[in-house]
């Protein structure tokens, strides 16, 4: 049948503020979590990660949070900069014989006003 | 130290060829994954390589192949190509493609298939 494209959530801000991009995911069995950004006609970038043993780990402007309970995972980025300006995935590894392998989220545009 | 080299970084095909595209990893790294990127299914893994050898496979027809060299050096094959292969490829590089050890990604080879 015909493709559908994904419709990617949208967070726009305005430069300065704090934003908050979310993902879900769907495997239990996951362990290991990391935020890529990815910009137009680039490969993603990584942002942060965490492992499964941690609810919380902080970068510079950036902190994952992690709740397994309802396996969720968010992002946040403080004093939001034009430059931030993405498509922003959660990817997850489940580790064991998951060689290689990440699982995406579908993204979420972030757009930064001036 | 250099990142994540991928070749070439444009293509375009035409329906029934083949087309051969090269990811050189990070240095030391010993782990390649390769991505399909499209606007329809996101990213989606297509295959992991260790050591020369095939460790983990996503959900692609066979007309995906891949295989690596021993100098990590890592090249995807799509045979028979379909208008639907048209995508970002992504390749990206690992230590060892286990658990928490970091997935560097490249810019990506833009495949067009006419």
């Known amino acids: 049948g015909e493709s559908v494209g994904l419709h990617l959530p949208t967070l726009s801000v305005q430069e300065g503020d704090n934003s908050i991009i979310n993902c879900a995911y769907s495997?239990?069995?996951?362990?290991?979590f990391i935020w890529y950004k990815q910009e137009s006609g680039k490969g993603p970038q990584f942002i942060i990660d965490?492992?499964?043993?941690?609810d919380k780990r902080q970068g510079q402007r950036v902190t994952v949070l992690l709740n397994k309970t309802v396996k969720h995972l968010s992002l946040q980025i403080a004093a939001t900069q034009p430059g931030d300006s993405a498509v922003y995935f959660c990817a997850e590894n489940a580790g064991g014989t998951s060689y290689g392998k990440l699982t995406f989220g579908q993204g979420t545009i972030l757009t930064v006003h001036p | 130290k250099a990142g994540v080299t991928q070749t070439p970084r444009y293509l375009i095909k035409t329906r029934g060829q083949q087309v051969t595209l090269s990811c050189s990893p990070i240095?030391?790294?010993?782990?390649v994954s390769w991505y399909q990127q499209t606007p329809g299914q996101g990213l989606q893994f297509l295959f992991e390589y260790f050591s020369e050898t095939q460790r983990n496979k996503g959900n692609f027809p066979g007309r995906f192949s891949g295989r690596q060299f021993s100098n990590s050096r890592s090249e995807m094959n799509v045979s028979t190509l379909e208008l639907g292969d048209s995508a970002l490829y992504l390749c990206?590089?690992?230590?060892?493609?286990?658990?928490?050890?970091?997935?560097?990604f490249g810019s990506g080879t833009r495949l067009t298939v006419v």
């Open positions: 965490i492992r499964s043993n941690m």
């Open positions: 240095s030391g790294h010993r782990s």
């Open positions: 495997n239990s069995a996951s362990d290991y």
């Open positions: 990206a590089s690992s230590l060892n493609g286990q658990g928490a050890s970091g997935y560097t």
